[in-house]
C-alpha cells in the first residue's frame, strides 16, 4: 500500500520522546495503514538526551539545542513535543505558527493561562491539527467500552469512577524531579501529571462536569534533592475529584482521581461505569481483563468476565490470542494521529487523540479543583462561565 511519510521532528528528547521513537521504529507492527511517520529531527537541551536518537533512529539528520532551529527546518512537517510543563505554552503556540502539526504532551500549558494562549494561538492557524497525548483509551478494553457508549448500551447512567493511580512516590527517599516542583510541573500537581489520562474518555463521551469538590493531599512534603540535603516536595500528591455531570436527560455522579501514592499501583488507569442496562469496568492493573453486566428488569445480575483480544483501534500483525501492553497502548495512539493528519474526516475508526478542547476542560475542572480545596467548598463549572463557588459560599 503507498503511504503518506510525515516527517517528524522530536521537542524532548526524554522518556516520552523515546517511546514515540520506538513506535515509530515498530511501525511495520501495523498491519493495514497509509501513513508513516519518520524522525527526521530532534532538539533537547541537554545533548546527551539527543544523542541517544543519533544512536538508535537512523532516519534523524538533525540534532538541534534550540527548538526553534528545529521549527525553522523544512525538512520538518509536524512536531512531537514532550517537555517540562512550564515550556508548553511558548513552545506549543512558536510550533503552531511556525505551520508544524502537534501532537503536545499533556497537561498542554501549566495551567489555564498558558492552556488559552496555546488555544487562542491555534484558533489563528485551523489548517494545523492540533492534539494532546492520550493513549490508554487505545487498550483493547478500554477501546470496547467506547464503543459500547457510542452505541448507547448503557441506558440511564447510575454512576462513573475513573482514575490513574500511582506508587513509587510512597518512598520517601524518592528524589525530587521536575514534576514534584510547582514551578516546572504546576499548581495542578498529580492533576496535572495524571489528570488528562482520566478525563479522556469521560470527556469524549460527553460527560463534562458541572461542579466539582476536590480533596487534594500532600503526604510527603521533603524529598531528597540529590546533593544530600532535603528540599520542598510542593506538588499535590492525590487528588480526588467528585463531580456532577447533568445532562438534557440525565444527571450522576463522577468521581475522578490522580494518585501518585496508590500503595502497591504502577500505572493503573482505569473506567467503571454502572448504567441501568449495562455496567462495565476496565483496568489496565489486569490488561486483558474486560468486566461487564448487562442488564435486563428482573433478569439475573451476573458480572462476565472476558478476556479481550488483541483488538485496538487498527489492525497489527499480532495474532488475537496475546497480550497488550503499553507500548502497544503509544503505537495505537500514534497511528491515531498520523491517521487523522493523513485522512482527515475520513479516518480508518473513529476514536482521534485527545483534542485542545478537551484538555482547556481539563484545565478549568483543575482550577475549579484548586479553589474547591482551598475553600472547602463545591465549586461550580458553570458550563461556559466563569467560575463561581456555590451558594453555600466561602471566602476565596
Ligand atoms: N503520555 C504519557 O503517558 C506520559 C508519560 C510521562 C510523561 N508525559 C508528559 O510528557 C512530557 C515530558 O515528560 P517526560 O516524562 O518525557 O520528561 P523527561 O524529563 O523524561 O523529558 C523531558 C525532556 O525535555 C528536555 N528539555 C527540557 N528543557 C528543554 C528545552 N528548553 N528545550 C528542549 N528540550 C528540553 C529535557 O532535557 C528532557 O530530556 C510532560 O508533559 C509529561 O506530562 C506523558
Redesign the pocket.
Known amino acids: 500500500m503507498e503511504k503518506t511519510i510525515i516527517r517528524f521532528g522530536v521537542?524532548?528528547?526524554?522518556?516520552?520522546?523515546?517511546?514515540f521513537a520506538s513506535a515509530a521504529a515498530r511501525w511495520c507492527h501495523l498491519s493495514d495503514v497509509n501513513f508513516e511517520p519518520r524522525i527526521t529531527a530532534v532538539?533537547?537541551?541537554?545533548p546527551a538526551?539527543s544523542e541517544w536518537f543519533r544512536l538508535q533512529v537512523p532516519s534523524v539528520a538533525k540534532s538541534y539545542?534550540?527548538?526553534r532551529d528545529l521549527l525553522a527546518d523544512p525538512d520538518v512537517d509536524a512536531v512531537y513535543?514532550?517537555?517540562?510543563?512550564h515550556?508548553?505554552a511558548d513552545?506549543y503556540i512558536d510550533i503552531v505558527r511556525a505551520g508544524k502539526h502537534l501532537l503536545?504532551?499533556?497537561?498542554f500549558g501549566i495551567d489555564q493561562a498558558a492552556n488559552d494562549r496555546i488555544l487562542e494561538e491555534m484558533a489563528k492557524h485551523p489548517d494545523v491539527l492540533v492534539r494532546c497525548?492520550?493513549?490508554?483509551p487505545f487498550y483493547p478494553g478500554a477501546y470496547r467500552i467506547g464503543q459500547w457508549v457510542r452505541e448507547g448500551r448503557f441506558g440511564k447512567l447510575i454512576e462513573v469512577e475513573a482514575g490513574f493511580w500511582h506508587s513509587s512516590d510512597l518512598d520517601p527517599h524518592k528524589p525530587i524531579?521536575?514534576?514534584r516542583r510547582v514551578a516546572t510541573?504546576g499548581e495542578y500537581g498529580c492533576m496535572?501529571?495524571l489528570g488528562m489520562?482520566v478525563l479522556h474518555l469521560p470527556l469524549r463521551f460527553g460527560w463534562e462536569p458541572n461542579s466539582v469538590r476536590a480533596l487534594l493531599q500532600k503526604t510527603v512534603e521533603e524529598r531528597p534533592d540529590g546533593k544530600g540535603g532535603t528540599v520542598p516536595c510542593e506538588t499535590w500528591d492525590n487528588a480526588i475529584l467528585a463531580c456532577d455531570v447533568m445532562q438534557a436527560d440525565q444527571k450522576f455522579p463522577m468521581v475522578l482521581s490522580m494518585k501518585r501514592i496508590a500503595p502497591g499501583h504502577a500505572n493503573t488507569w482505569f473506567i467503571r461505569i454502572n448504567g441501568t442496562e449495562l455496567s462495565a469496568e476496565y483496568s489496565t492493573k489486569n490488561p486483558k481483563q474486560l468486566l461487564s453486566m448487562p442488564y435486563t428488569p428482573g433478569g439475573e445480575q451476573a458480572w462476565h468476565t472476558l478476556d479481550v483480544p488483541y483488538q485496538s483501534a487498527y489492525s497489527t500483525i499480532t495474532g488475537g490470542i496475546f497480550e497488550f501492553g503499553?507500548s502497544d497502548s503509544?503505537l495505537q495512539?500514534w497511528a491515531a494521529f498520523c491517521d487523522e493528519l493523513t485522512n482527515r474526516s475520513d479516518m480508518r475508526q473513529p476514536l482521534h487523540c485527545a483534542t485542545p478542547e478537551e484538555a482547556a476542560l481539563s484545565h478549568r475542572l483543575f482550577t475549579a479543583a484548586i479553589h474547591s480545596e482551598r475553600t472547602g467548598q463545591t465549586v461550580s463549572l458553570g458550563r461556559g462561565d466563569t467560575l463561581e463557588v456555590s451558594s453555600r459560599g466561602a471566602g476565596a
Open positions: 521537542i524532548g528528547c526524554g522518556l516520552m520522546g523515546k517511546e532538539c533537547d537541551a541537554s538526551a539545542t534550540d527548538y513535543c514532550a517537555v517540562p510543563h515550556l508548553h513552545m503536545g504532551e499533556k497537561p497525548s492520550s493513549e490508554f524531579n521536575w514534576k510541573n496535572g501529571d489520562h503499553f503509544i495512539m
